[in-house]
């Protein structure tokens, strides 16, 4: 089955340090997202890619790093920069720019040692 | 993208239809109505989506009132399974780049 694979479900990061979220999907979709929810809250976008190679920073991009190498991949780095990284994070696909619906993986939920 | 309006949260019996309602009192017309929902702890899940007429498929029904300002999600046959928070989203379709604007959603509680 086609879908979005987040891993891993449950990351700590210690104070000072990098950390890499992946997403991986197969539904050869071009548009991949990034998006951090806090407790209680909706979503809010931290970086989009449109296309392989390409990468667009949302409203939230600071202290965050993304790559896109592959169709099928879109890691998210939280580097040492960003102070409250203690969130659930989601990946979500769509088929291309501007297309709805969107696919979402299931998180992965990273806390603060 | 047009802000919308939904109870924080509703009760329904198992069995029983649940009505969750969206107000969206700006909308454009060029602007979809989406609802998705997040069972805790895991992503959100696409349920419906629709512009003027009435939609349905085999997760629910969605009503869009003429005047398009408001709508609704009906869950025809509630299951425990269906406790989640529902977000009601209206945003343009098929330009710019598709973001989601999600709010607080309505939290949705199944009880036997």
């Known amino acids: 089955d086609g879908g979005i694979t987040q891993s891993p479900k449950y990351l700590f990061r210690k104070e000072g340090q990098n950390v890499t979220l992946s997403c991986e999907q197969n539904?050869?979709?071009?548009?991949m997202y990034w998006y951090r929810q806090d407790p209680g809250q909706g979503l809010r976008l931290i970086y989009y890619s449109q296309i392989v190679n390409d990468f667009q920073k949302g409203d939230i991009a600071e202290g965050y790093s993304v790559s896109r190498e592959k169709k099928e991949s879109f890691p998210l780095t939280v580097t040492s920069a960003q102070k409250n990284p203690t969130a659930f994070y989601l990946c979500?696909?769509?088929?291309?720019?501007?297309?709805?619906?969107?696919?979402f993986g299931d998180g992965t939920r990273l806390s603060i040692l | 993208d047009a802000k919308t309006t939904q109870p924080p949260s509703m009760d329904c019996a198992e069995g029983r239809a649940a009505n969750l309602p969206c107000n969206h009192s700006t909308i454009s017309g060029n602007e979809y109505v989406y609802w998705y929902r997040q069972i805790h702890s895991q992503g959100p899940q696409y349920i419906i989506h629709?512009?003027?007429n009435n939609e349905t498929n085999e997760m629910a029904s969605l009503i869009i009132t003429e005047d398009r300002k408001s709508s609704t999600l009906i869950l025809p046959h509630a299951t425990l399974r269906d406790t989640a928070v529902y977000y009601c989203?209206?945003?343009?379709?098929?330009?710019?780049?598709?973001?989601?604007?999600f709010g607080k959603g309505t939290m949705l509680l199944v009880s036997p």
């Open positions: 979500a696909s769509s088929i291309t720019r501007g297309t709805q619906p969107q696919h």
């Open positions: 989203i209206v945003r343009v379709g098929g330009s710019g780049y598709s973001t989601l604007t």
């Open positions: 629709g512009l003027k």
């Open positions: 539904l050869n979709h071009d548009a």
